[in-house]
T-cell receptor, first 112, second 109 residues
């Protein structure tokens, strides 16, 4: 089944404790992206990647890192999480040209 | 950057009613997509529609790129249509996708 898989689905952590949210897609998509969703602010893009070893900042990249060492994986890294990074996070992928965006099921992160 | 505005922000319907959701964007776009976020938080792609009209069952969408808007039509609404509908555009920024604020739809039985 074609899908984008995020893990974990739920995560509660404390300020400053490094964490990684994994994202994997099995559709051989070139493009992958991370979004955060907050009440009243909608979905905002954090980082995106057009291909392996190519990453670019979205609208809200501060406090996040990403890597794209292989095509299927695009992990989101929070080196020192803070409470303002409490949010619902989505990973997505697409072929880019004339292709819809496929989302993972989301990761709800709480930083205390 | 591109501004994306959706209207109405909220909509309450009786089951069986029809509705039209609108998405306005401030500049030319490479693509436009509509998504449905169900009450469990899942985001499902409904349409990839940079221009023209598409239909999928009770849903259809039309994008008039020259006038910078897109419409999503829902006919004979069902309670399972409840959730938030987002449009998103890619505005020639090499991968940046901009989402509207969404329309929250509630369909009552």
């Amino acid at each position: 089944e074609a899908q984008v898989t995020q893990n974990p689905r739920y995560l509660i952590t404390v300020t400053g404790k490094k964490l990684t949210v994994t994202c994997s897609q099995n559709m051989n998509h070139e493009y992958m992206s991370w979004y955060r969703q907050d009440p009243g602010l909608g979905l905002r893009q954090i980082y995106y990647s057009m291909n392996v070893e190519v990453t670019d900042k979205g609208d809200v990249p501060e406090g996040y890192k990403v890597s794209r060492k292989e095509k299927r994986n695009f992990p989101l890294i929070l080196e020192s999480p803070s409470p303002n990074q409490t949010s619902l996070y989505f990973c997505a992928s697409t072929d880019r040209d004339y292709s819809p965006l496929h989302f993972g099921n989301g990761t709800r992160l709480t930083v205390t | 950057g591109i501004q994306v505005e959706q209207s109405p922000p909220d909509l309450i319907l009786q089951e069986g009613a029809n509705s039209t959701l609108r998405c306005n964007f401030s500049d030319s776009v490479n693509n436009l997509q509509w998504f449905h976020q169900n009450p469990w938080g899942q985001l499902i792609n409904l349409f990839y529609i940079p221009s023209g009209t598409k239909q999928n069952g009770r849903l259809s969408a039309t994008t008039v790129a020259t006038e910078r808007y897109s419409l999503l039509y829902i006919s004979s609404s069902q309670t399972t249509d409840s959730g938030v509908y987002f449009c998103a555009v890619d505005g020639n920024q090499g991968g940046k996708l901009i989402f509207g604020q969404g329309t929250e739809l509630s369909v009552k039985p």
